[in-house]
């Protein structure tokens, strides 16, 4: 009797330890699939459109998300893409400090990537 009862004490602990499990790999990944995807999609073309670029283009993306969370990958992907239109809102994200502070850690981020990967 007791061994059926370990045994069910080891299996509500494992199917409790289930979604603890899932949560901390949510957290650690907070990049949605289509964000990598499309990061993806950009390297290749920077790269070529080979296996080898997708791989390494994979490989980037993924160091990216363990040094940058992704909020603040957003907001130099956002900033990255504002500073391209002309006039003064395009120079609001050219010219600010925090808008710079944002490109920089992307741009570490990305060269760590490259290190890495490449």
Do not use: H, W
Not at 46 to 64: F, H, K, P, W, Y
Not at 86 to 95: A, D, I, V
């Amino acid at each position: 009797m007791r061994t059926v009862a370990t045994i069910f004490g080891l299996g509500a602990a494992i199917c409790a330890a289930g979604p603890i499990s899932s949560m901390r790999a949510d957290d650690l990944n907070d990049y949605p699939t289509a964000a990598r995807a499309d990061y993806v999609f950009g390297c290749m073309r920077a790269n070529g459109e080979t296996r080898r670029a997708l791989e390494q283009c994979a490989c980037s993306v993924d160091v990216i998300a363990t040094i940058l969370p992704y909020e603040r990958y957003v907001t130099a992907e956002t900033v990255l893409s504002m500073a391209q239109v002309p006039g003064t809102l395009g120079n609001q994200f050219r010219s600010t400090e925090s808008a710079k502070a944002a490109v920089d850690e992307l741009r570490r981020a990305q060269a760590e990537a490259e290190v890495r990967c490449f």
